[in-house]
């Protein structure tokens, strides 16, 4: 289904001539949900044309096949957010920042929370059907987007060691990030049906940030003194409130 919002913007925008580029980016819109749902092979161009209120004709102008389309649909949803970015640079690496960044990367995988709206509840099912696929939309997106975080929290994991902090071992700090990741992300798949494979809390995500939150920690060796002290969820929930804000600010200026 596609979210209200971009319903609306289409229906504004028919009342009017859209150019080239604004016809372009409504079909990859619409093509967005069927992909999802469906995956690259279970559509056709007839429900492309159809979701995207086009002929097929002029869907093959745009756009001549459904790989030229799909392929738009990845460089799409792959974008790396500008928010994100600025965010990444202005934070100096620390156990508070890697708490915090873990924290976040939490809210945004397993409750899908998103700087500016961004984290489209659609995208894991896209990312699903990539793994089950050619893999293309998955690495695009690891290039794109996830690469960011792992070089920041590297440096973070690096500066919690040095702190004492961390439970020094032999990890490559790289593949720390990955298990973190991977575990939100096999949390979040098993809660993609209509009713949650696995009900964590009975289905409720947002009580699932502080244990997983915790197993994670444990998990990457964060010392009980360093957890007492920079593991405080009021704290971190408003510094990420703060985060989107003015994430939602720089949108609107």
């Known amino acids: 289904m596609v979210p209200n919002s971009r319903k609306s913007n289409k229906k504004d925008e028919s009342k009017r001539r859209l150019s080239s580029t604004e016809r372009r980016r409504l079909i990859i819109e619409a093509a967005v949900p069927l992909f999802a749902q469906e995956g690259f092979r279970g559509v056709t161009t007839k429900q492309l044309a159809k979701q995207a209120g086009v002929s097929e004709a002029l869907l093959y102008q745009h756009f001549p096949s459904k790989d030229d389309l799909y392929a738009e649909v ?3 949803s792959c974008n790396p957010s500008e928010e994100l970015r600025i965010m990444l640079e202005g934070i100096t690496p620390s156990t508070k920042m890697l708490v915090l960044l873990l924290y976040f990367m939490t809210k945004m995988i397993v409750e899908h929370v998103g700087f500016g709206g961004t984290h489209d509840p659609l995208f894991p099912r896209l990312m699903l059907h990539s793994l089950l696929d050619d893999g293309a939309f998955a690495r695009e997106h690891f290039h794109q987007v996830t690469n960011r975080m792992v070089s920041m929290i590297q440096r973070c994991i ?3 060691r040095a702190a004492g902090d961390l439970v020094s071992d032999e990890s490559d700090d790289a593949l720390v990030f990955w298990f973190c990741h991977h575990t939100l992300v096999a ?3 098993y809660q993609l049906p209509l009713v949650p494979v696995m009900p964590y ?8 940030t502080a244990p997983v939150m915790r197993f994670m920690l444990r998990g990457i060796g964060l010392t009980p ?3 007492r002290k920079y593991v405080q969820f009021d704290e971190l929930a408003a510094q990420v409130e703060q985060w989107l804000c003015n994430a939602g600010k720089g949108q609107d200026a």
């Not at 809390?201 to 699932?208: F, P, Q, V, Y």
């Open 201 to 208: 809390h009975g289905g409720s995500k947002d009580a699932l």
């Open 74 to 76: 990845q460089r799409f």
């Open 158 to 160: 690096a500066a919690a």
């Open 187 to 189: 949390i979040n798949m």
């Open 225 to 227: 003194k360093a957890t």
